[in-house]
Nanobody, 124 residues
Framework: QVQLVESGGGLVQTGDSLRLSCAASGRTFSTSVMGWFRQVPGKEREFVAGISRSDGSTYYADSVKGRFTISADNAKVTVLLEMNSLKPEDTAVYYC?????????????????WGQGTQVTVSL
């Protein structure tokens, strides 16, 4: 099994920055691809960003491209999400996800392991 623990959420104002962290433990060979999703009440969970820890390739949703940066610390099996120029529409619960594989997937169904989520709230 794999355990994913997120941290770093909080309440910020429009234009501020925030950094989320996700630490993996357990069978970490099953976390070669890690990603971030987000969800607001009444809506489906949506892909935000992902990274292949094998080759460092990244992929972003259009809504966050140029504002968010995902990175990985393979020694610690940790993935970071740097969020800049935050907007109220970025408000959501952010979930870390992981799966085995080589390429970043953008669908919820492609990921086997999930964290408990961390709330990000961006006020006007």
């Amino acid at each position: 099994q794999v355990q994913l623990v997120e941290s770093g959420g909080g309440l910020v104002q429009t234009g501020d920055s925030l950094r989320l962290s996700c630490a993996a433990s357990g069978r970490t060979f099953s976390t070669s691809v890690m990603g971030w999703f987000r969800q607001v009440p009444g809506k489906e969970r949506e892909f935000v960003a992902g990274i292949s820890r094998s080759d460092g390739s990244t992929y972003y949703a259009d809504s966050v491209k140029g504002r968010f940066t995902i990175s990985a610390d393979n020694a610690k099996v940790t993935v970071l999400l740097e969020m800049n120029s935050l907007k109220p529409e970025d408000t959501a619960v952010y979930y870390c996800a992981a799966r085995r594989g080589l390429r970043v997937g953008i669908n919820v169904s492609e990921y086997n392991y999930w964290g408990q989520g961390t709330q990000v709230t961006v006020s006007l």
